[in-house]
T-cell receptor, first 115, second 115 residues
Framework: AQSVTQLGSHVSVSEGALVLLRCNYS??????LFWYVQYPNQGLQLLLK??????LVKGINGFEAEFKKSETSFHLTKPSAHMSDAAEYFC?????????????FGTGTRLQVTL | DTGVSQDPRHKITKRGQNVTFRCDPI?????LYWYRQTLGQGPEFLTY????????KSRLLSDRFSAERPKGSFSTLEIQRTEQGDSAMYLC?????????????FGPGTRLTVL
């Protein structure tokens, strides 16, 4: 069974500051890892994903994440926050080689960006 | 390019009533998923279809819930005898079988409020 832990349900940063959202996973087999963003009253939009290969993954809107197997982590970063980044962010895991590959999500981190 | 669509976007009903939601996946996506998201939580997997076959159901899907995908295209999720605990956002996602890592794309969701 797989699980995801997102440390910090709320993160507040100033506009222009570094964004760091933490995600740790537990999986018995090599995982696929995803970050999704959700704006109020909307569905989830895929930001980026890790499958195999390069451990530093670049996504949309300037976000990137690094897969660290030794730390079982997949933290999301952005060098400079923008007001439009304010949203809820979800980390998710799917099992490598799974047929259904249902996603298991963390509880989310709400990002607040202040002036 | 049309994404995943869901209808209705909002539904308010009285306890004990039946409700039905519809999901139209991205065309040519043969996999379709339903998730439920309650306030402050990440989405939780409910069920999964490959074409018209329902291949997996979560224990969250009680016998009051039924999902169909009759022609392998759109899907419906019905909740009978709704309870206040059914109030949540119901999200639909789709993916293509050949998609590496089975990347799922989400619709905007249907928010259900049971009074």
């Amino acid at each position: 069974a797989q699980s995801v832990t997102q440390l910090g349900s709320h993160v507040s940063v100033s506009e222009g500051a570094l964004v760091l959202l933490r995600c740790n996973y537990s999986s018995s087999v090599p995982p696929y890892l995803f970050w999704y963003v959700q704006y109020p009253n909307q569905g989830l939009q895929l930001l980026l994903k890790y499958t195999t290969g390069a451990t530093l993954v670049k996504g949309i809107n300037g976000f990137e994440a690094e897969f660290k197997k030794s730390e079982t982590s997949f933290h999301l970063t952005k060098p400079s926050a923008h007001m439009s980044d304010a949203a809820e962010y979800f980390c998710a895991v799917a099992l490598w080689g799974g047929t259904a590959s249902k996603l298991t999500f963390g509880t989310g981190t709400r990002l607040q960006v202040t002036l | 390019d049309t994404g995943v669509s869901q209808d209705p976007r909002h539904k308010i009903t009285k306890r004990g009533q039946n409700v039905t939601f519809r999901c139209d996946p991205i065309s040519e996506h043969n996999r379709l998923y339903w998730y439920r998201q309650t306030l402050g939580q990440g989405p939780e997997f409910l069920t999964y279809f490959q074409n018209e076959a329902q291949l997996e159901k979560s224990r969250l899907l009680s016998d009051r819930f039924s999902a169909e995908r009759p022609k392998g295209s759109f899907s419906t999720l019905e909740i009978q005898r709704t309870e206040q605990g059914d109030s949540a956002m119901y999200l639909c996602a789709s993916s293509h079988r050949d998609s590496f890592a089975n990347t799922q794309y989400f619709g905007p969701g249907t928010r259900l409020t049971v009074l």
